[in-house]
C-alpha cells in the first residue's frame, strides 16, 4: 500500500470565510494558534475532533478539506 500525505485546504477556507485569521480560527475551535499553523502545513494531523470542529466552522465535509496525496515510494 502506498504511503499517503495528508493535504488540506484550510488556508484557502479562511481567506475565503471573510480573511479569518489563524487565531479566530484557533479561539473558535479550541486551539493554539501554533496548532492551527501546524495543521495548515501539515506538519500535524489534527485529532478527529479538532477535523469535525473545523469542517463545522466552515461547512465543508472532511473530504472536501483534506486530500489524501499517495507518496511513491
Do not use: W
Not at 485569521?21 to 492551527?36: M, P
Request: hydrophobic fraction near 50%; proline fraction near 4%.
Amino acid at each position: 500500500m502506498a504511503k499517503l500525505c495528508i493535504r488540506n485546504n484550510i488556508r484557502q477556507l479562511r481567506f475565503h470565510h471573510n480573511e479569518m485569521t489563524q487565531q479566530a480560527l484557533a479561539d473558535v475551535i479550541g486551539v493554539s494558534r501554533r496548532t492551527v499553523i501546524a495543521i495548515e502545513s501539515a506538519k500535524y494531523s489534527p485529532s478527529l475532533e479538532v477535523a469535525f470542529k473545523i469542517s463545522a466552522v466552515f461547512k465543508v465535509s472532511l473530504e472536501d478539506m483534506f486530500i489524501p496525496i499517495p507518496i511513491n515510494m
